[in-house]
């Protein structure tokens, strides 16, 4: 059998550690699905002295990243830090550099630098694998990009993070209290370091660039994903939506539109009310599911753990028996002078439904001003819906559900009612998922 394929570990939180136990539990396994051993000789954190709940008497700790980067020992950096600058960008660059390859589950990194990465991997000769930094233990990256590769992706959209699907399914199922969800979430491992990526949005948004560029053979553009979190949705809001036979999830979409001037690319992460009959209405907790729409595939869904130590160490060490074999390929599907910059598509006239809830002043003619901008702006109500007064006693909650017309339409209409004195905060608008 090969010399084991050697690995130098960064980060033993809750992932570096799911690493280090699956190994130990599944040696035998691991070793004959990558045809030889996969053995991890050095690791390195910040604290050498945290007990960790793992024997790491026979590996060797580095005191520093860099020395861990150009460890001679090592052939391959597994890099479990996380952020997308600092620390961890600079033991990626070093690694790569170097000729060692890079396993990271830093979705961060990868959506602020991937295309630089897939180039220093390119020059260096070097693998670059990223399986967890999307959706978890759900081998989503390589699905797309070798399971699916036949296709042109139309479409690629999902729950893409396992923390803010907890708190939503969560809240829908018992009336929980927002704070206290995302306390839960963040004990059993599921946020990140900073628990407000998972809840504004950023963490998806990330996922969602990096499948956009796998799926579309694009260039890696996070700042053009459009992102707003779940911080605004209320337990009203998924009463409402209960109400009117949907469910509430945080839906990252990633849209390609042929145009005259070529392809262009909408990518935005938003919460979304899903009917109730949809794949991803069943989606609970920290489960993640991802929908990529294929020419000659048609749907195909992935789904699993989203989150935690054990979903997300199984994709890591994916990438490493990959790896061992000799299985790398283009981390986004293609060489990187092969990407494409796409253009931004302009979202104002794609058609669709909405959910859209006021706050209002408890006082004759609220209702008949606001149906008046609608019909104005050519947005048609499908339903309504008025109940009580609001939890702050600041006003009434109103919430209505638009028949299909274009997102500009909606725009409009809350333009023109945006000086209003009628409104006692900014209405929140939710999209429909459609099917
Ligand atoms: N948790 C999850 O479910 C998932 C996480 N990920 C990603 O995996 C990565 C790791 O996440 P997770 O394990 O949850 O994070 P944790 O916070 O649990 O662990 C981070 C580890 O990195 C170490 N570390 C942090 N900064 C430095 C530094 N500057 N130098 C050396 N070591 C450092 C910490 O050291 P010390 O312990 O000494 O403080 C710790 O061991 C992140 O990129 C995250 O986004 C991806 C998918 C799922
Ligand atoms: N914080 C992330 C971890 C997995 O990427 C989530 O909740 O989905």
Redesign the pocket.
Known sequence: MPDALRVGMAGLGTVGVGVLRLLESNRDLVRARAGRGIEVVAVSARDRSKDRGVDLSRVRWADSLAELASDEDCDIVVELIGGAEGDALDLARAALSQGRGLVTAN?ALIAHHGLEMARLAEENAAPLKFEAAVA?GIPVVAGLREGAAANAIERIYGIL????NYVLSEMEASGADFGDVLADAQAMG???ADPAF?VDGT?AAH?LAILAAIGFGSRIDFDAVSVSGIAEVRAADIAHARTLGFVIRLVGVADCEDGPEGARLLQRVRPCLVPKQHPLAHVTG?T?AVVAEGDFAGRLLFQGA??GAGP?ASAVVADLIDIARGRTGHPFSLPVDSLVAMERADPGHRVGRDYIRFTVADRPGVLAEITAAMRDAGVSIESLIQQGRAQDGNGVLVAMVTHEGEERCVRHALELLEDSDSLTAAPLVLPILRD
């Not at 993070?161 to 803010?164: A, W």
């Open positions: 979705k978890g993070n396992g923390t803010s599921y946020a990140e998972d963490d996922k920290p993640n989203g989150a997300t």
